[in-house]
C-alpha cells in the first residue's frame, strides 16, 4: 500500500493581486484635479519658500491627477503595468502632501494640517500598492 504523496498544486494560494478600484481611483483623480484646477490657489505671500510650495502643490496635484485618470483607464482596460503606476502615483501624493504640508505649517498655515493628514491617507495607498507589487511570500 503506497501513501499518496502531497501535488505540489494543492498548497495554500496566494491572493491574487490587488488591482486598483477604478472608482476609488477616479474619485482621487477628480479631488487632485479639483486642487490642482478648480481651487485658484495662488502664491502671494512673498516668501519664496512657501509661494514656491503653492506653485509645486498645484502642478503636482494636476500631474497626479491627470496620471490617476490614466490608472483608471489602464485599471478598466485592464492594461499591464497598472500596478506601478498606481504605485508611482501613490508615492508621489504621499511626498507632494507631506512636504508641502510640513512646509505649510512651518508658515503657520493651518491647511498645512490637512496636507499632512492627505499625505498619510496617501501612505497607506502607497503600502497597498507596494504589497501588490512584492511576490507573494511562500507559505511556512
Known amino acids: 500500500m503506497s501513501v499518496p ?52 502643490f498645484v502642478w503636482g496635484a494636476r500631474l497626479i491627477g491627470i496620471g490617476l485618470l490614466a490608472v483608471a483607464g489602464m485599471t478598466l482596460l485592464r492594461l499591464p503595468g497598472v500596478l506601478l503606476a498606481d504605485l508611482v502615483l501613490a508615492v508621489l501624493a504621499t511626498l507632494l502632501c507631506l512636504v508641502v504640508g510640513a512646509i505649510w505649517l512651518l508658515y503657520s498655515d493651518s491647511q498645512g494640517l490637512l496636507l499632512v493628514l492627505f499625505g498619510l491617507f496617501n501612505s497607506a ?15 511556512s
Open 5 to 56: 504523496q502531497p501535488s505540489p498544486w494543492s498548497g495554500p494560494r496566494s491572493p491574487p493581486p490587488r488591482v486598483p478600484s477604478p472608482l476609488i481611483t477616479l474619485v482621487s483623480a477628480l479631488l487632485f484635479l479639483y486642487v490642482g484646477f478648480g481651487l485658484g490657489l495662488v502664491k502671494i505671500s512673498g516668501e519664496r519658500v512657501y509661494d514656491g510650495s503653492v506653485t509645486a
Open 125 to 139: 495607498a502607497a503600502r497597498d500598492a507596494w504589497n501588490s507589487l512584492r511576490p507573494a511570500r511562500p507559505a
